[in-house]
C-alpha cells in the first residue's frame, strides 16, 4: 500500500481551512506533533490533518485551548488517523449548530420579506429561531429558515407550537440518552475492553457514522407508525360511542 502523500504547511492550511499561522501556533503549544523534515522543509502527514479537524471541533464545541491541550494530552503519543478520527466521530454533534445573531431587521432580511409580531413569535415558540429577549435572535441558515416559515399555519396558535415543541424536546432527549447508553454498553465498551485494538478503529467510527441515519429513518417510520394507530384508534372510539 502506497503511503499518503506529505504535505507543506501550506498545503496543510489549505486541507484543513486552518491558517500557517494558526497551524504554527498550535505546534508551538504542543497541539501537533513535529513535522518530517526534508532538508529545511516540514511535511505533514495524515495524522497532523486529523488532530488539527479534531482540534477545530474541540473549539467549536466551546473548549478553551487549555481544555484541549488536556483531552489531548489523554491521547496516546502513538495515536493514528484512525484513534484521531474515532475521536472525531464520538464529538461531532449530529445536528448542525450554527445560528447566526441578528436582530429584527437582520430576522427579516434573512426570510425575505416583513415579519409580523405573530409570526415572529410562532418560529420562536417552535424552536426555527431562538430569541434572546433582548430583540435579538439566533438565526439558522437560510433554508432550515424558509422551512420553518412555510411550515408554520397561521391557523395555529405560538402556544400549539410551544407546547408541540416541549413534547418533541422532551422524548427526543429521552430517546437520545438511551440510545447512547445502548451504544455506550454494546459498542464503546466492548472496544475499550479488549483494549482498544487498532484494527476495530475505523469499525467503530464507522459504526457511530452508520447509527445516524439509520435512527433518524428509525425515528421518522416508527413515528409516523404510532400516528396512524392513534388515529385508527381514535377514529374506533368514535365510533363505538357512536353506537
Known sequence: MAEPALLTVDQLAERTRTSVRTIRYYAGRGLLPPPTLRGRTGLYGS????????????????????????????????????????????????????????????????????????????????????????????????????????????????DFWRRSREIIDRHTAALADELMSVFQEEVLQPYRDAGRPAEQRARLASALARLKPVTVQGVVTAFGRSVNRNIRARAEATRAAAR
Do not use: K
Not at 96 to 108: S, T
Open 47 to 158: 495524522d497532523h490533518v486529523a488532530r488539527l479537524m479534531l482540534v477545530a471541533e474541540l473549539t467549536d464545541l466551546g473548549f478553551t485551548l487549555a481544555a484541549i491541550e488536556r483531552y489531548l494530552e489523554r491521547l496516546p503519543s502513538s495515536a493514528g488517523p484512525e484513534e484521531l478520527a474515532l475521536q472525531l466521530a464520538l464529538l461531532t454533534p449530529w445536528a448542525p449548530e450554527q445560528f447566526d445573531d441578528v436582530d429584527r431587521a437582520g430576522l427579516e432580511d434573512r426570510a425575505g420579506r416583513t415579519l409580523d409580531d405573530d409570526t415572529v413569535e410562532r418560529l420562536a415558540a417552535s424552536g426555527v429561531v431562538e430569541s434572546s429577549g433582548d430583540g435579538r435572535f439566533r438565526v439558522p441558515g437560510p433554508i432550515a429558515l424558509a422551512a420553518g416559515l412555510d411550515s408554520l399555519d397561521p391557523e395555529l396558535s405560538a
